[in-house]
């Protein structure tokens, strides 16, 4: 791996589990979330993927 098709997620070894089990990754609109560093290193990444610029 070259390290930028890396993504973490944090969450509870159950919680983890049941990703796994279930094979499903939920994801919450970044407007909700409480860390804004986190919106802007998504939109960061997306941009420069894919050459557009999202704030």
Known sequence: MDGQNIFYHY???NS???II???E???T???S???KSERYYICK???Q???RNYK
Do not use: F
Request: aromatic residues 16%.
């Open 11 to 13: 969450t509870s070894i």
């Open 16 to 18: 983890l589990y049941n």
């Open 21 to 23: 089990m279930s094979r």
């Open 25 to 27: 990754l939920w994801l």
């Open 29 to 31: 609109n970044l407007k």
């Open 33 to 35: 979330s409480n860390d």
């Open 45 to 47: 990444s997306y941009a």
């Open 49 to 51: 993927r894919y050459g």
